[in-house]
């Protein structure tokens, strides 16, 4: 009797601990309602392109404005290993006070697409009455040429949003969101610890195609250019050697 007692009262403190627990974690996803959407686009054309993001927060909702009023906006951008950020063109935009975007890792602007690998750029920039524009300068790698040409596809995934606000008030977020630590604005100095968000993505995935050379182009210019050089040597033989006969006659 007492057994049965006690294994009823242990389900009842483990059914209680668990709505206990349960409840916690929906308040704590209750209490930071974000709601951000974000908008990214690539713009212009060619090899050399733009990648623009339009970030707002919610702003029908006066409640929650204090959560990003003053905080910074930091967002992570994987590239794939055909498209690269040029670290020198980022820091002139950086001195000039133009945009806040660094790489994470160095940067080879010189290899083909074949040769790189994906690599990750972080665009900061402070939220201003609920929402930011923010933009990263992007170049095509070359592909090493295939036989029939064609054109190499580079899929831009949507990026990681973090926040880094001046206090602790992110911490009531829950620990579900995940923390990171980068440069605040691309100075190796000042460090940000920073929340991840998250939000809804309005755009699809960016695709970029990129043409790729043509070895079959390549051969054709390559015989070309071979023939040029055998007729044209040929015909240089052939003036000299009848300069020379005409020199020995001279002399003769
Ligand atoms: C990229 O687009 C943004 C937003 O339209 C603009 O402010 C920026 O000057 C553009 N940058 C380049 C390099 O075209
Ligand atoms: C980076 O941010 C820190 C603090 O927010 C500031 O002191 C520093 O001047 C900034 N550096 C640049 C290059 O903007």
Known sequence: MIGTYAYCLKKLVLIFGLIF???????????????????????????????????????KNDDERWL???????????????????????SD??????????PKNRVNVELPA??????RVYITGKVLDGKINLWLPVHARYHQAVSGGGTARNEIEAPTLFLHCPDERLEVCGAKNAQAVFSCNGSSKEKCKWKEIPYTMMTETLIWDVPVGNTDHYYLVATGTATVIVVGSLYLLKAIHEYQVSHRKKKL
Do not use: M, W
């Open 21 to 59: 627990i349960s409840s916690i974690s929906v308040l704590a996803t209750n209490v930071c309602n974000f709601n951000v959407r974000i908008k990214q686009t690539l713009i212009n054309e060619g090899f050399h392109r733009n990648i623009t993001y339009g970030i707002i927060f919610n702003t």
């Open 93 to 102: 935009l950086r001195r000039s006070k133009k945009l806040n975007a660094f």
């Open 68 to 90: 990003y009023a003053d905080c910074v906006v930091g967002l992570e951008q994987v590239l794939p290993s055909g498209v690269f950020t040029n670290p020198d063109e980022l």
């Open 114 to 119: 074949e040769q790189s690998s994906p690599n």
